[in-house]
């Protein structure tokens, strides 16, 4: 990263943590398409250089990987001294998660330590995230944080609780932060996806209807195309301030079945 020298540009670095190649891979693909220089973060960095390399390949931008690790404080203060030397952050999505088991867990199964990384991931690294670039965006009068929930973020499901308990927390810090940094000029949303994310359906229109037409066959409903979900993150960004979204929600229009 130290190597690449960033151009003058009227806009500021687009942030978006939690990358990988579906929704948060499709996220940084549409900013650097914008004409924004894109800082993608994740625990993989091996993984995650590749990924950067291919987006400013395809998209003829500038785009950085930086390790973070959002369970842990000196990692995200590390992390955003990185970005912030590119330039001011206009733009945060905040897309990780902690990955588990998609299989309900029995209550009194649950691990205290895995309980406690759940909530780290979900919650408490949004705040560190965004507690690294609200000051910025307060001085300069304008900025979005976008922060990524799901289905779990509205109701408790049994078996889940690690997942929910984050992502509730998660909610009601977008909601807090709304209240106090809206008026200042910064737009904060949460971004309900409610249904399951699928891989990128491809460059050409027949290309995406047969895999779409896959997708549905296989699972017995739609899962959702990233880079139709990246496509209302970037509107959000762009909302003008006398009317912005605060929560919106995303579901496919035959949902895959849910059994729990």
């Known amino acids: 990263m130290r190597s690449m020298a960033i151009s003058a540009t009227p806009k500021g670095i687009a942030a978006i ?8 891979g499709s996220i940084a693909r549409k900013f650097a398409h914008e004409g924004y220089a894109v800082a993608i973060l994740s625990r993989d960095l091996g993984r995650l250089s590749r990924f950067a390399e291919e987006i400013a ?39 990780a998660y902690q990955p588990g088991s998609w299989l309900p867990t029995n209550f009194t199964d649950i691990r205290i330590d895995s309980f406690e990384k759940s909530l780290a991931v979900s919650s408490v690294g949004a705040l560190l995230c965004s507690q690294q670039v609200i000051p910025g965006m307060v001085e300069r009068g304008k900025g979005t944080i976008l922060f990524t929930g799901c289905s779990a973020s509205l109701n408790g499901f049994s078996g889940f609780s690690e997942l929910c308990c984050g992502k509730f927390a998660l909610r ?27 891989p990128r359906r491809g460059p050409s229109t027949s290309q995406r209807t047969s895999v779409g037409e896959q997708q549905q066959n296989m699972h017995g409903g739609v899962v959702m195309d990233p880079d139709s979900l990246a496509q209302t ?26 059994y729990y």
């Open 233 to 258: 993150y970037w509107h959000l960004h762009v909302q003008d301030r006398t009317a912005w979204t605060q929560e919106i929600d995303l579901r496919p229009s035959n949902p895959i079945p849910r």
């Open 17 to 24: 943590v939690g990358v990988g190649p579906k929704l948060g």
């Open 57 to 95: 390949r395809e998209e003829k931008a500038q785009v950085f990987a930086i390790r973070i690790d959002c369970s842990d404080s000196r990692s995200v203060r590390e992390a955003f001294e990185g970005v912030l030397s590119l330039g001011f952050v206009e733009v945060l999505v905040y897309n």
């Open 172 to 198: 009601a810090l977008s909601q807090c932060l709304a209240r106090e940094f809206q008026p200042l000029g910064v737009h904060i949303a949460h971004v309900i996806i409610d249904g399951v994310v699928g």
